[in-house]
């Protein structure tokens, strides 16, 4: 390749990192539950074109089956078993519940962003571009869901931030491990699936028991 | 062959149980699969700890000492734990189709479980672990009450919470390897190339996977599931999870650290000891301010789960060979309690302590064996926890960490003295008239609760006087495992 198509996919790289990073803050903001998952979708879909873009850069064709894994599981079969497993959640247009509001959510996600690129800082000296790109806004993404989850009250937006985690968490892994074994991109994969489905049946019989999925408001068994 | 058989007998008894058995001959057919496994276990513990590790398939599965002794502790708890189940559904309301499910979830439980130990390449261990939770989730939320779903729910959320921060700790831990020219990524290579891998990838990648696992083992300040889900969970339930907390996860944990800390710089070692004694001092306050008996138990496990970390951490072999001693003599104590308190359930038919008065002069027998299960929970001799515990703080004392050994001493006291108290005010103490009201509730004990409970009380009994000559050459290798020598 010539330095220059490498320097136009680094910048491809830096641009899809920023808009991944920008699906994390749309998920603290978004205020229905298909909202939630059409950001969810979105987020994977970044993840898929990051790793085909560090594909080529890297010359991985792992990376590119990691790309078609990520369509394949998290565009098409998730949003799938959710319609399947907890429809009436999904489809239930009402203002999702916040513990703290919108935009005090959003700067303490700034907040988290600095601190992912100072944890992170340490460890850049001599790596590639890519790294300096996905590894900060994947620890940053990881940490924005991790907050994501204490705030929202519903149990369909928590589950999809703790999805919204293992994107991160992937995000940061195609970049730094891109010789990765397959099969542990493979065990991720199946692991988020496994857990769409428990968490998704799992819900439903919450609702069903209770009228709501409002889990934040269980309180039943706090420690008196 | 003998590690595929591991996964075998699960397997078939999980089809017997779908195909349509009748359910008591699924349950005791599932304990039969287990009692095959804790055979095939102890053969595997007595060949890995003749030297070479017993491997399957390369770099994939195969059995070290130590995850030969981990296995046969999981196996253990696994028989006891289904035949203890076979009465608790005999006795349970519940419809029996979701009865069923019960020993089909146990099952894929137990194949997650068992993979733990066995899988070589880190990131499969991972996966395995996650399985557990999905797995447990229904198990955990059998009653179906909103109750039991809320703790269901928050057991599988902060638990799978936790493992996506340890799949991005085990990412970075691949980076530095791959960057240092390792392209294999098994317990061994981890080992073999720790030396060479930068410290500053390293000490970050192993606090993300200590958060990550150590939310899955409750460790303190991550333990916000816990008291939900052990007090909704069913007895067996809780058994097993207590083995999985204080077995799987520590062996895990002192696995990756017994690799990390070769590379210099490395901070596994403090964090470690960090981690262990913040939970082994908190859940040590926990249990004296506990309402209800379930959730004292789960306290314990954490706090020895803090012990076992904090010990296995220490600059001194002789500390880790008493840290693996004391996941051996907790993980076949724990379930006794739990099933001497489950039985105890069914008599007083209450969770709250202080609902529970005078066990003893309702019930001689089940008052004697909780009171004696529970003192085996606190460490006192004769039982097997006393002479774990005793090591533990004669090697720390001895070891260049002398102050985290006297540190646990301290909270080993504490949760000595909060245990009995409880223990004493619901076992002796005098039946209240609404206690003698509550008499009315069915106080036959299915046999199948007391056979596991009298299994189960062996191994507590003969550790609690010494270690038989093999399990003292399997500790001996598994401690070598890990890099540590005999005194």
Known sequence: MTPDKIAWINQLVLLTAGFFLLCSFGLIAASQVMGCLRIYVMQSLLLAASAVL??????????????????????????????????????????????????????????????????VGPM????????????????????IAIYTITVRREALPQMLSLLAI???AFFAGIAIAPNFPLIGELAGTFDVLMVVLTLGVLSTQIHRLSGSTEVGTLSELMED | MLIWLTFIMPLLALVVTASGTPLVLAGWISAFAALVNVIIAAVLAAHAADGAPVIAIPHWLGANAFGALILLLETLGALTALIFSIGFLAQHGAPAGRKRRYFIWFN?????????????????????????????????????????????WKYALLTILGAAIAILGILLL????SRAGFTIFTWGQLRASAPKLSPAILN???????????????????????????????????????????????????????????????????????????????AALLILQTHEYKRLFAYSTIENAGIILTAGAMASSAARHAAIWQIISHSVTKPLVFYAAGIMFLLVGKLRISEVRGVLSRSPWIGTVMMAAGLAMAGAPPFALFLSELAILKAGLASPQAWAAILLACFMIISFCAITFHLFRMVLGKPGTSEAAADTLPTTIPRSCIAALIIAAVPVVILGWYIPAPLAHWLTAATTSLGGRMP
């Open chain 2, 108 to 152: 894929l439980f137990l194949i997650a479980l068992y993979a733990v130990p066995l899988l070589r390449e880190i990131a499969l261990v991972w996966l395995a672990l996650t399985l557990t939770t999905l797995f447990s989730v229904f198990l955990v939320s059998f009653e179906r009450t909103p109750a039991a779903l809320e703790a269901g």
């Open chain 1, 124 to 143: 850049l000296s001599e790596t590639t571009p890519a790294v300096h790109a996905n590894l900060p806004i994947g620890f940053a993404a990881v940490l």
């Open chain 1, 54 to 119: 560090l594909g080529i850069d890297y010359h991985s064709t792992d990376l590119w089956i990691v790309a078609a894994v990520a369509i394949i599981a998290k565009v098409l079969l998730i949003p799938f078993l959710l319609r399947r497993t907890a429809r009436q959640a999904m489809i239930a247009r009402r203002e999702l519940q916040q513990v703290i509001n919108v935009p005090m959510s959003l700067l303490i996600a700034l907040a988290l962003t600095v601190l992912a690129y100072y944890l």
């Open chain 2, 204 to 282: 970050i990648a192993f606090l993300l996977i200590l958060i990550g696992f150590g939310t899955k083992a409750a460790l303190i300040p991550f333990h916000a599931w816990l008291p939900d889900t052990y007090s909704r969970a069913p007895f067996p339930i809780c058994a097993m999870l207590s083995i999985l907390e204080s077995a799987a996860i520590p062996y895990v944990l002192l696995r990756i650290a017994a690799a990390v800390h070769l590379a210099p710089g490395s901070r596994a070692d403090q964090w470690l000891i960090l981690f262990g004694l913040v939970s082994a001092g908190g």
């Open chain 1, 166 to 168: 293992e994107n991160g």
């Open chain 2, 174 to 177: 691949y980076w530095a390897q």
